[in-house]
């Protein structure tokens, strides 16, 4: 049995692959994927959502999730983010709609299949730990540099990963982000 926020998480995803849209979880799912465990009231999805996905993705959930399709809408229109929350747990899914930055579509081009009911081939795409330490140094460094669980997060999958990670490719996109100085403090602070 699949805890409740990844059963509902999953739910969401194969509604996403049935529509043909590309998406990865990343955020607190995917660093503790990678990483340290911790509890989270949410899940990350970073998804390639068009417009002729709108109606055919609220049909298909607005029976389990609160769904407010005008707030969706003006996601799909503004590049942005909205959430849709499962009814039953009240467990939200935080769904974002980036523009096609280059960060942002190499994240797309590398995630990994992560399979969970292996006799069911129950799975998702994940962002890499990478893509993931990258990311949230990028929203670690957005916040004003204050949030601790971030940072803890990146802390985590570094620890972890150790030898395990393609530093040149960390190296080049944290010079892209501006995140630099973080990625080198965070390497430092593992190795102490």
Known sequence: MLPEPLRVT???????????????IGGSFASTLYGMVRMTQDV???TAMQSEHLSPFVTHLQGE?????????AALKN???????????????????????PFYLSQMA???????????K?????????DTILAK????????EISERQWRDVLGILKAKQGDLEEAYLQKWAGELGVSDLLIRAFQETKS
């Open 65 to 73: 999730f609160y769904v407010d399709e005008e707030m969706i809408r």
């Open 79 to 101: 590049r942005s983010s909205f959430n849709i929350i499962h009814r039953e747990s009240m467990f939200k899914v935080d769904i974002f709609v980036p523009p096609p930055r």
């Open 10 to 24: 999953l739910r969401v995803t194969e509604v996403l692959e049935e529509l043909n849209v590309q998406y990865l």
């Open 122 to 130: 129950i799975g998702a795409n994940f962002a890499t730990p990478e």
């Open 44 to 46: 990350d999805l970073v």
């Open 137 to 144: 140094l990028e929203w670690y460094r957005l916040g004003n």
């Open 110 to 120: 590398r995630a990994q299949r992560q399979i969970f009911l292996e006799e069911e």
